[in-house]
């Protein structure tokens, strides 16, 4: 249960640093990107009663919408998947990626919901110019419970910064998630991986549509 909690955390203050406009990120240090993004998020929650109630119509728009620019969802895939990577065909590549982006993207959009009241301490980062990757410590706090210290994982694309990693506690969710993919690919291989995850990615399609036409009580 902990480790579910930390990783609804982890995942839902990611959200709030993908969600801001995209032009933020331009020649900005990422430390200051993550700091603008969560304030400009937050916010926009914070005025709408919708995504104040975690609409998850809402929450995947805001999400599906602003997530993109963000997220080095390609990266992420290559380290999730590990070794296997090297044995997949382009079009199994292009597929994995597709598959956990939107895994991603829905989790992002229903981890947003549970923001009740935290607060959010970015730390300063030592980027020299030359950097292409760094870590942004983040530490959130909230109501009754132990502070929760999160680590983006951000390399640099041209002039931005990308995250392609979440650390919660020290736990990095691309190395749990590799966990799982191996185990899927020794049972059924890479195409195995992808029709899981498109299923997965299909019933929860499914559940949110259902939500979607429940009549208003």
């Not at 044995?87 to 597929?95: F, L, P, R, T, V």
């Not at 110019?129 to 640099?156: A, E, L, N, W």
């Amino acid at each position: 249960m902990i480790t579910r909690l930390l990783r609804c955390a982890a995942v839902a203050c990611a959200a709030s640093l993908l969600c801001a406009t995209p032009v933020i990120a331009q020649d900005v240090a990422p430390d200051a990107l993550v700091r603008q993004s969560i304030d400009e998020t937050l916010g926009l929650i914070r005025a709408n009663r919708d995504l104040q109630g975690g609409n998850p119509a809402r929450l995947f728009e805001l999400v599906e919408a602003k997530v993109l620019p963000h997220f080095d969802f390609a990266r992420m895939t290559r380290l999730a998947v590990g070794r296997s990577w090297s044995q997949a065909s382009d079009a199994q590549k292009a597929a994995l990626t597709r598959e956990f982006q939107t895994l991603l993207v829905r989790t992002y959009s229903t981890s947003l919901s549970q923001y009740r009241n935290q607060t959010v301490d970015v730390k300063p980062a030592k980027v020299a110019p030359k950097d292409d990757d760094v870590t942004v410590k983040v530490v959130v706090s909230q109501p009754g419970g132990q502070p929760i210290p999160i680590d983006f994982g951000m390399g640099r694309s041209g002039s931005t910064w990308k995250v392609y990693d979440v650390l919660v506690d020290g736990v990095s969710l691309v190395t749990t998630y590799r966990s799982s993919f191996n185990d899927q690919i020794q049972k059924s291989g890479i195409d195995g991986l992808i029709k899981t995850l498109a299923d997965r990615n299909r019933a929860s399609e499914a559940s949110r549509g259902a939500a979607r036409a429940e009549p208003k009580k």
